[in-house]
């Protein structure tokens, strides 16, 4: 009675006060224990009850496992497995199940397989707990597999074999093989199970089947607040907040309490919609039920007014809340690094290390990302002094944002010391170290690291060799990319729509657009847009425009629907030759055939191919009716042009628009002052020139590579 109040002191005064203990007392108090969260307790009564000469039974074996896995306490449930095995507890299908769980939490997904194949009194909670294994390891067609096992072995699927089944589904995007178990479902009769259904309901969610959904929704026998919790953040319309009004509106009708889960994901599906009238009457109705001040509706509301760009209106809510959990911090954070007001996020993170609020790793790595955009390299080695204090120093997560501040720093030397000293470095580390030394732009030093990583025997992943072929095209690292290709189709990774781009893309940047389009020719991923586009762009580049059009009928024939940034490849191979009218028509095709709205790089390549083609007025007149505030690369086009056909009036002009916005840009002076030069002025020229060393604009010296 006293443990299951939570008034954990008075349970163990009891059992203290016990003349005689027997195995029904002892389990009694290991499991309240862990009712109560005291798990480094638990594992202690657990030693106790060893020494006090009782054998544990399953139900001692199954707490203390939840225990070790609540606290990653591999080696001690490592220790309590080797013991069922001696005292021959293992074939208790709950206590191996309890095991095989433990080690799945804590990520051995091998050590689960090798207890189950252990096991020799299969029940259905066994095939259960090894299904639940591979979805909490993220291997979701392992639970696939064994769920299609259970079926040829006849064993009788249960709610729980369903709701691990739909859980993988969900995971790896498996519309096709959910439906399927949805069929299963039916056929088992199961479809009274509200939790079977709400999970069957949230599969479909997660995989665009949201009519899916709907129907399933609609066809429960009986809805809790669960169902509708998943309707509200699943299928309710993501750009309509007059349907998810409605749907709260029906929700109410049912006379279920809302509750703080409901709270939660309704403000963050205001977030979503950025409809901050809605979130603020849900405010109220919140504060109206007495919910405004649980730590994860409060949290919503903070993600709510950040994601509206309303940080004062989140700042208030947070300094609102005496009781602030660490998800709390976290948002603030994370809102102001959204608006780039990064100085900010580290005073909030220095108030939360002296309030002694314990961070996270979701602190940390936002913590890190702020020092890296803002410049501080102190402020961020001492955030990786906190990160070994705070015993992260293991956790993939922030391990891998730290190396992406390092190489953001330019400390290179840093980088590579911290990820030798990773005692257990798989490939998510070598992939981050590659990809951050891509995006930062040293391509030689990624390309070394991806030599040395094949001398020692590893095999890459598809993230690596897309972030490697990146570095060749971007160098123009040939003789590095007929390399890489052979290895992409011996992996298999040529079925990779990421993979296949990338060596069209490379190929296409070294010069040899023979074999980029070869690379083309045989992509299995012949239904993908970017596939398309990057061909249309290698081509482009080339200067082939009559074969970049090709491939965008080509495109057409096969059904793919074009994306803003198939245009700005295809108008720009019409730029290359000069073929405007054909240009001008492709933009307007955009709206007219597809859909699509101009984006400002649709519009930047429709007036850089007007400007070159010498229709200056034409280009000045899209300026300044398209939809979106001018840009420095927009003006640059048009007074490149002003320049080629010596328009020296709109060029002046240009030039002074372009000056205002960026008055330290060498491109306004070293136009202008070819646009008078070419046009005979050298007066006017050497005049512009003056200024320009005048204001301390100095021009950025040209440069050529070559591959030896």
């Not at 891509?438 to 590893?458: C, D, P, T, W």
């Not at 790089?601 to 400007?611: A, F, H, T």
Request: net charge negative; hydrophobic share 40%; charged share 20%.
């Amino acid at each position: 009675m006293y443990l299951k109040l939570g008034v954990l002191s008075c349970g163990f005064n009891v059992f203290d006060e016990m003349l005689h203990r027997n195995l029904v007392s002892w389990t009694l108090i290991i499991s309240g224990a862990v009712q109560n969260g005291e798990f480094d307790l638990c594992l202690e009564i657990y030693l106790d009850l060893m020494r006090s000469g009782l054998r544990p039974n399953e139900f001692s074996f199954g707490s203390v496992m939840k225990a070790c896995t609540i606290m990653g306490a591999y080696d001690f449930g490592w220790c309590i497995h080797g013991f069922a095995l001696k005292i021959g507890m293992m074939q208790n299908p709950y206590v191996g199940s309890s095991i095989l769980t433990m080690y799945a939490k804590l990520g051995d997904i091998e050590a689960s397989e090798r207890v189950f194949d252990c096991l020799d009194n299969l029940d259905v909670g066994c095939w259960n707990a090894l299904v639940g294994a591979y979805a909490l390891c993220g291997c979701s067609f392992g639970a696939l597999k064994v769920v299609s096992s259970m079926q040829c072995r006849g064993v009788r699927m249960d709610q729980f074999s369903f709701i691990n089944a739909l859980v993988a589904c969900s995971t790896m995007g498996y519309l096709d093989y959910g439906k399927q178990v949805h069929g299963f479902i039916i056929r088992s009769e199961v479809e009274s199970s509200t939790s079977v259904m709400n999970a069957l309901m949230d599969m479909y969610s997660k995989n665009n089947g949201k009519d899916s959904a709907m129907k399933v929704f609609i066809g429960m026998q009986h809805k809790d607040v669960i169902s509708w919790n998943t309707a509200f953040g699943g299928f309710s319309q993501d750009d309509n907040a007059r349907e998810t009004a409605k749907l709260f509106y029906e929700f109410m009708l049912t006379g279920t309490k809302p509750s703080h889960i409901t709270f939660s994901v309704l403000f963050r599906k205001c977030g979503e919609l950025m409809d901050l009238d809605l979130g603020v009457q849900f405010c109220s109705l919140a504060l109206h039920l007495g919910l405004f001040d649980e730590g994860n509706v409060t949290s919503s509301i903070i993600n709510m007014f950040s994601t509206c760009g309303e940080m004062g209106m989140a700042r208030l809510v947070f300094d609102s809340v005496h009781l602030r959990n660490i998800i709390a911090w976290n948002e603030l954070i994370c809102g102001y690094n959204a608006i780039c007001n990064h100085t900010e996020a580290l005073k909030i993170f220095c108030n939360l290390w002296e309030s002694g609020v314990k961070a996270d790793e979701c602190t940390l790595s936002s913590i890190l990302e702020a020092c890296s955009k803002c410049g501080h390299q102190e402020m961020g080695r001492e955030v990786h002094g906190a990160i070994i204090k705070s015993g992260f120093g293991s956790c993939g997560y922030v391990c891998s944002s730290l190396i992406r501040s390092y190489v953001t720093f330019g400390l290179l030397h840093d980088s590579f010391e911290f990820l030798n000293g990773i005692d257990r470095l798989d490939f998510k580390y070598w992939g981050v170290m590659i990809s951050a030394l891509v995006h930062q732009g040293y391509n030689y030093e990624a390309i070394r690291l991806f030599n040395s990583l094949m001398e020692a025997g590893k095999k890459p992943d598809e993230f690596i060799l897309g972030s490697i072929l990146s570095s060749c095209a971007v160098v123009a690292a040939y003789h590095q990319t007929k390399c890489v290709h052979p290895l992409v189709i011996k992996m298999g990774f040529d079925k990779s729509a990421v993979v296949s781009s990338a060596v069209i893309d490379a190929y296409a940047k070294c010069g040899d657009i023979e074999s980029s389009r070869m690379a083309f020719d045989q992509s299995f991923v012949s239904d993908d847009v970017i596939i398309y586009n990057t061909m249309i762009t290698g081509y482009a580049h080339h200067g082939l425009v009559m074969e970049a059009l090709e491939i965008f009928q080509k495109m057409k024939l096969a059904n793919v629907q074009p994306s803003q940034a198939t245009f700005v490849s295809v108008i720009s191979a019409c730029n290359y030759m000069g073929l405007a009218d054909q240009g001008c028509l492709l933009f307007e095709s955009m709206n007219l055939n597809y859909g699509l709205e101009p984006s400002p790089d649709n519009y930047g390549c429709l007036v850089d191919m007007l400007s070159r083609n010498g229709y200056l007025d034409d280009a000045k007149h899209i300026i300044e009716a398209m939809p979106f505030p001018p840009w420095p690369a927009i003006w640059r086009s048009l007074l490149s042009g002003c320049r080629i056909h010596g328009n020296r009036e709109l060029g002046e002009w240009v030039a002074e628009k372009l000056l205002k916005m960026v008055p330290e840009n060498d491109a306004a002076y070293v136009l202008l002052s070819k646009v008078y030069s070419e046009g005979g002025s050298w007066e006017d020229a050497a005049k512009v020139r003056r200024g320009m060393i005048e204001k301390g604009v100095s021009k950025d010296p040209g440069y050529s590579l070559i591959e030896i």
